[in-house]
C-alpha cells in the first residue's frame, strides 16, 4: 500500500508543481505538506483511524484544483478515481476514498462523518491558519481591493473555522491563530496591550 500511495502523491505533487497552475509557487509546501503533517499528528490521536486512507485523502481532496480550477470537485473524483484505479488501489479502497472526498466537500454535519473525513475536513482547515495561505490569496489577486481580499479571506476563514474544523483537539491547539486571523481582516481586541 505504502507504494501505491507514494505513486499518488508523487502524481498530485507533479501536477501541483505545473506552472500554468495559478498556485504552482506555493500549494505543496504550504498546502498539501501542512494538510499531510496535522493529519498525520492527528492520525496519533485517533489510532483507529486508517492511517493509509488519510494519507491518500490528504493528496485527493484537492486533486482536480491543479486539473481544472473552475470544476475542481468534479474533476476531483472522476480524475482521483482514474489515478486511484490506473495505480491498481483496490476497487473498495478507491470506492471508499472517492466517497470520504465528497463527504469532505459537502462541509455540514461534518462530525457525523467518518474519523478520517474529520481528520482532512479538521487538516485541510486548519492548515489555512499556518505560512502565507491568505497572503497567496492576496499575492495572486492583485486588481482586487484590500477590502474585497478582505472580505474573501473572512469567507474562507469563517467556513474553515465554523464547519471544516471540527476535531476539538485542532480547535483547541489552532484558538489563537484564529485571533490573529480574525485581526487581518480588522476585527481587533478592545486593548493591544492587556
Not at 41 to 47: A, F, G
Not at 74 to 96: A, S, Y
Not at 121 to 143: K, L, T
Not at 170 to 187: I, T
Request: hydrophobic share 40%; aromatic share 14%; glycine share 2%.
Amino acid at each position: 500500500m505504502k507504494d501505491l500511495i507514494q505513486k499518488f502523491k508523487e502524481n498530485m505533487i507533479a501536477n501541483a508543481n505545473d506552472p500554468n497552475f495559478r498556485h504552482h509557487q506555493w500549494f505543496v509546501k504550504y498546502h498539501l505538506e501542512i494538510v499531510y503533517q496535522i493529519a498525520m499528528e492527528l492520525c496519533d490521536i485517533y489510532p483507529e483511524a486508517n492511517r493509509d486512507m488519510v494519507e491518500v485523502l490528504v493528496w485527493l481532496h484537492d486533486y482536480g484544483k491543479p486539473l481544472d480550477f473552475e470544476n475542481e470537485k468534479d474533476v476531483t473524483l472522476v480524475k482521483g478515481r482514474e489515478k486511484l484505479t490506473e495505480i491498481v488501489f483496490p476497487p473498495d479502497f478507491v470506492d471508499q476514498a472517492i466517497e470520504y472526498t465528497e463527504f469532505i466537500d459537502r462541509r455540514r454535519d461534518m462530525d457525523q462523518y467518518p474519523i478520517e473525513v474529520q481528520i482532512i475536513s479538521s487538516a485541510d482547515a486548519a492548515s489555512h491558519f499556518v505560512g502565507p495561505f491568505y497572503a497567496c490569496w492576496w499575492h495572486e489577486n492583485p486588481q482586487k481591493t484590500v477590502e474585497e481580499l478582505g472580505r474573501d479571506n473572512q469567507k474562507v476563514h469563517a467556513k474553515d473555522w465554523d464547519r471544516k474544523m471540527v476535531l476539538p483537539e485542532v480547535k483547541e491547539a489552532f484558538k489563537l491563530r484564529n485571533e490573529y486571523k480574525k485581526e487581518m481582516w480588522g476585527e481587533f481586541p478592545d486593548k493591544f496591550l492587556n
